[in-house]
């Protein structure tokens, strides 16, 4: 939704506020009863502070918005989306696979997927193509360097970012009394979407339930 064309913004302004439409080369207008459902990458705001995009077609679609959190904000979601992808590719090419290597499992939880489930797909399209045996591995050098975190320093540096990022989110948990999204929720507080601090409250296994009855102590 945020690389339409100015004029594509236009028209399907037009279709959404009219529920009309005209066919090519024709100039009777057809009504229609549709509900559409948009998605982008790209931080619609900015475009509309930058001209890019229309606000009036913005506030026509950003009806009931939904944000879904990048993959490295829900690794509870891999090991998943992992075996759905080995048994599609596996089916379609005639393979099938009794195990997943170890080694492979732990690289596919430390890394960070930087193009999401999308990368996640063709790394493992690539090694079930590639693959002789029924166990399922893939080459480490698949994946960018920079996503691995095996290496100890890393680990213990990845370990207490954690930990800070689980104390700041238990603090604004504590100020929100345990709720999450609001004006005065820990969200809003942290600056984050709603479904983004969700995910990593259920990564870090918090619990937010316990922070209900803080602000009336």
């Known amino acids: 939704m945020g690389d339409l064309p100015p004029e594509i913004q236009i028209a399907l302004l037009r279709v959404l506020q009219e529920r009309e439409i005209e066919r090519v080369g024709s100039n009777r207008a057809i009504p229609v009863d549709v509900r559409v459902l948009a998605a982008t990458n790209r931080d619609l705001d900015t475009l509309v502070a930058q001209g890019k995009l229309r606000q009036d077609l913005l506030y026509r679609l950003n009806v009931v918005p939904i944000q879904m959190p990048s993959l490295r904000e829900r ?43 999308r990368e996640l797909q063709n790394v493992i399209e690539r090694a079930v193509l590639l693959s002789e045996g029924n166990i399922f591995s893939v080459d480490e050098t698949w994946l960018k360097r920079q996503g691995l975190q095996f290496a100890g320093p890393t680990m213990a540096l990845n370990g207490a970012l954690q930990r800070q ?30 479904p983004t601090l969700e995910a990593r409250i259920k990564r870090l296994g918090i619990n937010k339930y316990r922070f209900k009855d803080q602000l009336s102590n």
């Open 75 to 117: 690794a509870d979601d891999i090991p998943v989306l992992v075996d759905y992808f080995i048994g599609r590719f596996g089916k379609k090419s005639g393979k099938k696979f009794g195990t997943i290597d170890k080694r492979t499992a732990e690289l596919f939880e430390a890394y960070q997927w930087p193009g999401n489930v």
């Open 165 to 194: 990022e689980k104390e700041m989110i238990e603090a604004a948990l504590a100020e929100s009394g345990g709720r999450v999204s609001g004006p005065g929720g820990a969200a809003t507080k942290l600056g984050l979407p709603r």
